[in-house]
């Protein structure tokens, strides 16, 4: 299993662009989540999936679009990038079964800058 | 989600036991404890998690107060490789963890 993979490792952005940071899990998970780490912090949840056709906002979900038409992909969507949401995006996936208090697997990351 | 207390930064020696405390005096009795560590340059990596009881895995041991206002994350025999990060969350629902700033464990060889 590659786990849970995501794309780009690195990306610059100008200031109102938009663009997609992908995730993927090859373990047919059905929870899927976004997270964001600015430097010091701990991550804060964007957006979340509790299986295919449904989602639902975390913290900080201003700024994020997201869509999980698959159980394997849950895309991130910036619609116009601002310089507050230069950070790292960790994506996550659990087996949620009967509990929502599985182990989650995250990604390695997307490196986003917006300047 | 209850909030959490832990240290900013430990140091170790390798090879030694290394005891990770916690403090959650508003715990619910629904919420689980859950630990996961962040290695530099990493996404965060599950650890271990518990309701009541004392749970071990390969990984590390977790001791849970009798009242659950606290907890401790044991690594048995540190190594140079669990210099991390450590979160203690609790979790009582499905809309994902909520980290905060953690522990960060220093290892000295």
């Known amino acids: 299993n590659a786990g849970v993979t995501q794309t780009p490792k690195f990306q610059v952005l100008k200031t109102g662009q938009s663009m997609t940071l992908q995730c993927a899990q090859d373990?047919?998970?059905?929870?899927m989540s976004w997270y964001r780490q600015d430097p010091g912090m701990g991550l804060r949840l964007i957006h979340y999936s509790v299986g295919a056709g449904i989602t639902d906002q975390g913290e900080v979900p201003n700024g994020y679009n997201v869509s999980r038409s698959t159980t394997e992909d849950f895309p991130l969507r910036l619609l116009s990038a601002a310089p507050s949401q230069t950070s790292v995006y960790f994506c996550a996936s659990s087996y949620y079964g009967v509990s929502p208090y599985n182990e989650q697997f995250f990604g390695p990351g997307t490196r986003l800058t917006v300047l | 989600d209850a909030k959490t207390t832990q240290p900013n930064s430990m140091e170790s020696n390798e090879e030694e036991p290394v005891h990770l405390p916690c403090n959650h005096s508003?715990?619910?009795?629904?919420?689980?404890i859950h630990w996961y560590r962040q290695l530099p340059s990493q996404g965060p990596e599950y650890v271990i998690h518990g309701l009541t009881s004392n749970v071990n895995n390969r990984m590390a041991s977790l001791a849970i107060a009798e009242d659950r206002k606290s907890s401790t994350l044991i690594l048995h025999r540190a190594t140079l490789r669990d210099a991390a990060v450590y979160y203690c969350i609790l979790r009582g629902g499905a809309d994902g963890l909520t980290f905060g700033k953690g522990t960060h464990l220093i290892i000295q060889p």
């Open positions: 373990m047919n998970h059905e929870y």
């Open positions: 508003t715990i619910s009795g629904t919420d689980y």
